[in-house]
């Protein structure tokens, strides 16, 4: 009896989102290339490969965050034995969110250099931290409910550090958000640099929690 009830039932979740991540990650570099066009030469598509670097940025540093982001949700998903109503709802807001994010990668790739690129840095910071908000809400409902998580003892610590993690992250997008209406370029650095915080947020647990 006891072994039944500490089994896990998250295959179906586990399977679902990992497909969702995947289509974000495929959808993110979809849209990068460059049509064909009259008069062709080859220093002139050299020129052009190279006008696209905000683009080749962008993929890049979103690929990166996406990446991040599901190493996080897998590390959180494996330490739920069964996901309640609450909790699935708040996945699948994660997984909304995730899904829709080649549109402000797309945004900010092709405004870098324009006069609207304020407007759209500070939608590409403010989305990010909307999806880390969301995880931040995920976590909240797991550790609102103990009983559906395969270790209380070990898995609570490590949520309440993630969590912290994942508060200050928010606050860091939110400030990106308002700097990039005064400087651009270093709100989207705000946001590379974001990296390296969540790598040392997502990777320093026990292994066990792998």
Same mark, same amino acid.
């Given at each position: 009896m006891t072994a039944g009830m500490n089994e896990k039932k998250t295959a179906r979740l586990e399977a679902f989102s990992d497909g969702i991540?995947?289509?974000?990650?495929?959808l993110l570099a979809?849209?990068?290339g460059i049509s064909a066009y009259g008069g062709a030469t080859n220093q002139g598509l050299w020129q052009k490969i190279l006008e696209k670097w905000p683009e080749y940025f962008t993929y890049f540093n979103s690929f990166a965050t996406v990446l991040l982001i599901w190493i996080g949700h897998?590390?959180?998903i494996n330490q739920v034995r069964a996901a309640s109503q609450? @909790? *699935? #709802? /708040?996945?699948?807001? @994660? *997984? #909304? /969110?995730v899904a829709l994010f080649p549109f402000p990668t797309k945004t900010v790739g092709a405004f870098i250099g324009t006069p609207?690129?304020?407007?759209?840095?500070?939608?590409?910071a403010g989305y990010t931290g909307l999806i880390v908000l969301s995880m931040l809400l995920l976590n909240a409902g797991?550790?609102?409910n103990p009983k559906l998580l395969v270790s209380t003892e070990r898995s609570l610590p490590w949520f309440r550090k993630m969590m912290w993690g994942q508060a200050l992250g928010v606050l860091v997008y939110g400030m990106a958000t308002i700097i990039a209406f005064w400087s651009?370029?270093?709100?989207?650095?705000?946001?590379?640099?974001?990296?390296?915080?969540?790598?040392i947020v997502t990777f320093d647990t026990e292994d066990e929690l792998l």
């Amino acid at each position: 009896m006891t072994a039944g009830m500490n089994e896990k039932k998250t295959a179906r979740l586990e399977a679902f989102s990992d497909g969702i991540f995947s289509v974000a990650i495929t959808l993110l570099a979809i849209e990068i290339g460059i049509s064909a066009y009259g008069g062709a030469t080859n220093q002139g598509l050299w020129q052009k490969i190279l006008e696209k670097w905000p683009e080749y940025f962008t993929y890049f540093n979103s690929f990166a965050t996406v990446l991040l982001i599901w190493i996080g949700h897998h590390r959180i998903i494996n330490q739920v034995r069964a996901a309640s109503q609450p @909790v *699935l #709802l /708040l996945n699948g807001m @994660v *997984l #909304l /969110l995730v899904a829709l994010f080649p549109f402000p990668t797309k945004t900010v790739g092709a405004f870098i250099g324009t006069p609207a690129v304020n407007t759209a840095v500070a939608f590409y910071a403010g989305y990010t931290g909307l999806i880390v908000l969301s995880m931040l809400l995920l976590n909240a409902g797991i550790v609102s409910n103990p009983k559906l998580l395969v270790s209380t003892e070990r898995s609570l610590p490590w949520f309440r550090k993630m969590m912290w993690g994942q508060a200050l992250g928010v606050l860091v997008y939110g400030m990106a958000t308002i700097i990039a209406f005064w400087s651009p370029a270093v709100a989207i650095l705000m946001t590379f640099a974001m990296w390296i915080f969540w790598a040392i947020v997502t990777f320093d647990t026990e292994d066990e929690l792998l």
